[in-house]
């Protein structure tokens, strides 16, 4: 370009600026998204940055990488989306995030990586934000699982927990998968620590329960059946 007419050269222009046209009088900046690295400029234009890299400011000279947690999916970005929950990114320089994989989860934006979630939740499904607690009646005592499994007989559990617990004397578990222990009806008893199986015992012939939660009969007293 030249300034002044009947100059007998013209001037470059510099990185980050560019010449529109052979016949102006100054240099244009380069917009925001682009970005002009050659000094001399070569050409009328300035280059587009990248998927994954961006300019912020006019005139820039070079593209930066989007940092981790962070991502430009389309050409010509001026700035970085932060991958939202349920996503990640742990490299730079990237166009999209990734989905957290079942059993993982991320709940916050700008994430360069998934969390497992803890004993007692799960997540089903992929892009999670948030684990989900078991359901009563089903544990998960390991980290990062996509689902809970049933308490096994004579157990129950609560919502949330790593771990079923034992139904102890005078209880029993109705079903598998129960969120608590039932105490022995009348005239039955359960005399395990651990109750082996869904239904209390009957008590013999001669003998008696003296309340819902004894762990043994009791013999009848003389004159009584």
């Given at each position: 370009y030249t300034e002044q007419t009947g100059r007998s050269s013209c001037k470059t222009c510099e990185a980050g600026k560019f010449a529109s046209s052979s016949t102006v009088s100054s240099c244009a900046v380069c917009a925001e998204g682009k970005y002009q690295n050659q000094s001399p400029a070569q050409a009328y234009g300035c280059k587009q940055c990248n998927g994954g890299r961006f300019a912020d400011q006019t005139g820039s000279s070079g593209c930066k990488a989007c940092g981790v947690g962070q991502v430009a999916p389309s050409s010509s970005s001026s700035s970085c989306s932060a991958c939202g929950p349920g996503y990640y990114q742990g490299q730079t320089g990237q166009q999209s995030c990734h989905s957290c994989s079942k059993g993982k989860y991320i709940g916050t934006n700008g994430a360069s990586s998934c969390k497992a979630c803890g004993s007692g939740r799960y997540a089903f499904l992929i892009s999670r934000s948030s684990c989900k607690a078991c359901d009563p009646g089903r544990y998960q005592n390991q980290n990062g699982a996509h689902g809970c499994k049933n308490c096994a007989t004579g157990r129950y559990a609560r919502s949330g927990f790593s771990n079923?617990?034992?139904?102890?004397?005078?209880?029993?578990?109705?079903?598998?998968?129960?969120?608590?222990?039932?105490?022995?009806?009348?005239?039955r008893y359960q005399g395990a620590d651990v109750a082996p199986n869904y239904r209390c015992q009957s008590c013999d012939k001669g003998q008696f329960a003296r309340s819902p939660t004894v762990s043994m009969c009791s013999a009848c007293m003389s004159g009584r059946f």
């Open positions: 079923c617990k034992t139904c102890g004397r005078g209880q029993y578990a109705s079903s598998s998968a129960v969120s608590s222990c039932s105490s022995c009806p009348a005239g």
